[in-house]
């Protein structure tokens, strides 16, 4: 699963490296991608997650993949569904949310509800192109806007889960 101010379109530069060896599922989280109209909430991305997970064939094990504030998530997830998951890969997650991070994280939340989330976006996008290289950085940009003026984000949905 993606982290905060992103979407499954965050993995967009890495489908290719991975389509061939692997089924993928790409999951937004509520309050993100084709899920921006849903109230973020821990409980509703752990019933996000188990649609996903519940949605793969039983035969196929599931790796469930998360990425900051996806990972957190996933962490939920795994903990509230210990026996649904044959892997857990967790990347800049924390297991309890605190200090000067936390209240970073706090601080981009109350400043998203001022903004709103369109012009917050257009600032978190201006963010990501000063940190990231543009061949990194312009395929999640790029998939997310035509994605938002269709009013849709892409999701692939095929067999295991990687979100």
Not at 34 to 58: G, I, Q
Not at 84 to 108: E, F, K, M, N, Q
Request: charged share 20%; with cysteine; net charge positive.
């Amino acid at each position: 699963m993606h982290g905060s101010r992103l979407s499954s379109t965050q993995w967009a530069p890495q489908l290719p490296l991975l389509r061939d060896h692997v089924d993928l599922t790409l999951v937004d989280l509520p309050g993100h991608g084709a899920r921006a109209s849903e109230e973020f909430t821990l409980a509703r991305c752990v019933e996000v997650v188990d649609d996903a997970v519940r949605a793969v064939p039983e035969s196929t094990p599931v790796v469930l993949v998360g990425h900051s504030l996806g990972g957190y998530a996933a962490m939920a997830y795994a903990a509230s569904h210990p026996d649904a998951l044959d892997g857990l890969v967790l990347a800049g997650a924390s297991a309890t949310p605190t200090g000067p991070g936390a209240a970073l994280y706090r601080g981009i939340a109350t400043l998203t509800d001022r903004l709103g989330p369109e012009r917050m976006t257009r600032v978190n996008d201006r963010v990501l192109n000063r940190l990231y290289p543009a061949e990194r950085v312009d395929p999640v940009i790029s998939v997310r806007c035509l994605a938002s003026r269709a009013g849709r984000v892409p999701v692939s949905r095929r067999r295991s889960l990687h979100s």
